[in-house]
């Protein structure tokens, strides 16, 4: 999990941001490569989330880029990049996905289950993780997007309403929902009081 | 009104159970470096493009755009200006056609040694007129 910056932190980060947007502009490429280098981790998680594929996450990720570069002139300056860039990337990411075969989804190994815990304990936390996929793959694929960019990604309602073009309550809405399939899934696992 | 929903309040349990079961490989120090230059280097001509001035004649596209329209409203007005400032041309029944010679008239009118007479300067003309209608 990331630890979330302070509030001076962002502001600091936001002008920052900004200062490399203008230098972009003006094409600058070392500017370009600080902002590829800012949002590069967070963006390749977002694109593997879509694609589900290493390398179609990295393809997509040089695409959302350049095609971000191409259109630098568009980006509303005070606004901060982030949403805007990640809209992009997001198009994009939903485009490829239905307009090309993907290649096959990766899978990456499970983290090795604890040598401390009870080996019942773990049965009962793979069944738990075998439910919470099922009930996640069953969310529609908006409200799945979401959750991962909020939960997992650590983004702002606000930040995913501009990403995904939705109003803020809609966000809200669809984390509410989704929020109350997964614990209904979870319910059944929640440890009892002694 | 309905109150708008909050955020849901973060949920601990909820984040690390979604983060095992929705794995992201992580990227590593060096694939960064490695994605990073590869970006860099398909970014050159882009940033090429957006250092190189703008030619002249775009930027006075630019500044010229926006009197498109002021030009062609101008031209409406001085087309409409020009046409209320022209003179009527004079009336001219189509059935009359056009006026017969002076010189045929006549001819028509007197005998050929008279027509003579009148057109070198030596008789009356009024006299000679008189005379050839009366005869008519």
Known sequence: MTDRPGPDDLVAAAAHEADLVERVRRGDVEAFDGLVRIHLRRAHAVAYRLMGHREDAEDLVQDAFLAALERIDTFQAGRPFGPWFYRILVNRGLNARKSRSLRRTDEIPEQAPSSSVAPDREAERGELKARLRTALDALPEKQRMVVELFELEGFSGPEIAEILEIPDGTVRWHLHEARRALKKVMQPFAPREP | ?136
Do not use: F
């Not at chain 2, 029944?93 to 030596?122: M, N, Q, R």
């Open chain 2, 1 to 136: 009104m309905n109150e708008p929903l909050p955020v849901p309040p973060a949920d601990p349990q909820l984040r690390s159970l979604l983060a095992e079961v929705c794995p992201v490989p992580r990227l590593g120090e060096a694939e960064v470096g490695r994605l990073a230059s590869t970006i860099r280097a398909r970014a050159v001509l882009p940033l090429a493009r957006l250092r190189r001035p703008d030619p002249w004649w775009e930027s006075a596209a630019g500044w010229l755009k926006p009197l498109v329209p002021l030009a062609a409203a101008a031209a409406v007005l001085l087309a409409l200006a020009l046409r209320a400032a022209e003179p009527e041309p004079p009336h001219v029944p189509a059935a009359l056609g056009p006026a017969p010679g002076v010189e045929s008239l006549l001819g028509s009118i007197l005998p050929p040694a008279e027509y003579e007479l009148l057109a070198s300067g030596a008789g009356d003309a009024a006299l000679l007129l008189t005379a050839a209608l009366e005869q008519r």
